[in-house]
């Protein structure tokens, strides 16, 4: 994954100095863990991750299962396997949470350029493909494009927009938007999509929010009068693995300001620094559902912890 091809070249270096020994001193496994932890750290993990993480891992690593192994080293490198999956999510697949009573719904949140539009399509798509009727919401007001910019990829998706102003259905048919309907206020967007999708009978309501380029307490406060106003069943909060130290900052203030209940992790096609979206789900409590991995509509996937730490560590 191009995201991590750095940090996955970096932590077979540390483990291949330990694979030409046979039995590990304790200075064999320190020397190890300071190249886990150097390599962490330079694709941008966060240090508070980093320290647990190694701190756990050197634990492990000084104990019976490791002096007692018949491959030490192997047994390292087990370990780390294990701890990096703890982080992306004890190893617990989270799948998405239907509504018992139609329709689902699904409200994205995230800075500006995140890529929750893009994800709205792709979500979309994948419903779609599975057998679900979604209908994707332009709840992102702010941004004078926003609205056009959800019809596009809608239409690329082959599912419906609902919009404020008048919306245009993907196959070019019937517009989806309420006629007349002409607000500017998100929530009232929001709440109204809803009243739509059960009178259309729509399964899935897919909410794109408005981000900004900083986290702030105005769009927080949207935010949460749209979840207020609708209740969702999933809020997925969309980091862009690229954006390095900050994912820390801004995944914690997206907690606290809308309380999400899941993670999706954008651009792991990115160039090689992608370590700040691996601190997410630990910083957070919350899970990981799914990883886009570039523009296309089919650049998505559900997310594994276990698969996912296999993969950094091949
Ligand atoms: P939003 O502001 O959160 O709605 O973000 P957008 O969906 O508009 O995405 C911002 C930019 O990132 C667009 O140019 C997208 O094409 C791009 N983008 C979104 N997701 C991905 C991804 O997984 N990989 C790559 N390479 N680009 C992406």
Redesign the pocket.
Known sequence: MAAFSSLTDRLSNAFKHLKSKGKLSEADIDGTIREIRRALLDADVSLEVVRSFTGRVRERALGEEVSQALNPAQQVVKIVNEELTAILGAGVDRPLNFAKNPPTIIMLA??????????AGKLGYWLKDAGHTPLLVAA?LQRPN?VT?LQVVGERAGVPVYAPEKGVQSDGGEAVAAPGQTTGDPVKVARDSIEFAKRKLYDVVII?TA?RLGVDEELMKQARDIRDAVHPNEILF?I?AMIGQDAVKTAKAFDEGVDFTGVVL?????DARGGAALSVASVTGKPILFA????GLK?FEVFHPDRMASRILD
Request: proline share 0%; aromatic share 0%; charged share 30%.
């Open positions: 995230g800075l500006q350029g995140a890529g929750k539009t893009t994800l992102d926003a910019q794109d981000g969309v862009d954008s651009k792991l096609d990115g886009s991995t570039g523009e650049d």
